[in-house]
């Protein structure tokens, strides 16, 4: 069990200094963040020009909403995990994982953590820079009990944006360019993983249907926890059905993983 967990752990200390070489690149993705925080600012500054609330919110909450999910972008967001999956299949690498007791799931979602720690890390820095700005506006609830059931709602997000990323990946056992696939997914979780606005905002009966599927659990579920968005019914529910997702997102990697070693021709790598 232990010489198993090691084999991971290095994979993520492996996956931690290949990041920390371009911790640069994050660093400067994160200061560009500021840009799309300046956008938010003015977009709803100008919507709430004319209202004290939205939906029940008024624009500190709103504004803390915003900030919340980008730092959840950045602790989580699966970036380019789908691309490199794919060009390991393209390009033959993922043969050698082929004959070897390495689980390719474990390997590459060891990778994908400490990926996610220095690009969390590294956002904290534009920040503390905007905080100045920011903090007057920045209202979180003193709920402490939010901080609990927010953190196992952060990791199963996790896994939710991990597996999603990890099947189109597997894609490329059949199709040779997803590119497609992936452009069509990032628009949908934007819209319906509360990015481009609040998903509370929506009509009641689509709200509801957006409860069900798995973009909701990616950035929206966790930030409407910390942000007080939500209350204690709703976070409950909605951890039993992040969990269900989980589950059927691992089931379903696993069958593509099995499906598309029948078709792949071992090459190269």
């Not at 939906?55 to 789908?82: K, P, R, S």
């Not at 990890?166 to 949908?188: D, H, K, N, P, R």
């Not at 819209?191 to 998903?199: A, E, K, N, T, V």
């Amino acid at each position: 069990m232990l010489s198993s967990l090691n084999k991971y752990r290095h994979a993520f200390l492996i996956g931690l200094q290949s990041n920390l070489v371009y911790r640069w690149n994050f660093a400067v993705r994160g200061f560009f963040s500021l840009f799309h925080l300046t956008v938010v600012f003015i977009l709803w500054g100008a919507a709430f020009a004319g209202a004290k609330n939205i939906g029940g919110f008024d624009f500190g909450q709103t504004l803390t909403y915003f900030v919340t999910l980008l730092v959840l972008q950045f602790f989580i967001g699966a970036f380019n995990e789908d691309y490199q999956i794919s060009e390991e299949i393209r390009n033959g690498l993922i043969n050698q994982f082929l004959l070897k007791p390495i689980n390719y799931f474990a390997y590459r979602f060891s990778i994908y953590v400490a990926a996610r720690l220095v690009s969390g890390a590294l956002i904290l820095l534009p920040l503390l820079i905007a905080l100045p700005f920011l903090g007057s506006y920045l209202t979180y609830p003193h709920e402490w009990w939010r901080l609990a059931l927010g953190l196992p709602a952060v990791v199963m997000s996790a896994l939710i944006q991990f597996s999603i990323a990890y099947c189109f990946g597997m894609l490329t056992f059949w199709f040779l360019e997803i590119q497609g696939f992936v452009i069509l997914s990032m628009a949908i979780e934007v819209l319906l993983g509360g990015q481009m606005f609040p998903l509370d905002l929506m009509p009641a009966g689509i709200f509801q249907i957006a409860r069900f599927l798995p973009f909701f659990y990616q950035m929206y579920f966790p930030g409407a926890i910390f942000t007080g968005r939500i209350g204690l019914p709703m976070i409950y529910q909605g951890l039993a059905i992040q969990l269900c997702w989980v589950i059927a997102l691992l089931a379903l990697n696993q069958l593509l993983w099995v499906r598309g070693l029948r078709r792949h021709t071992a090459v190269g790598g």
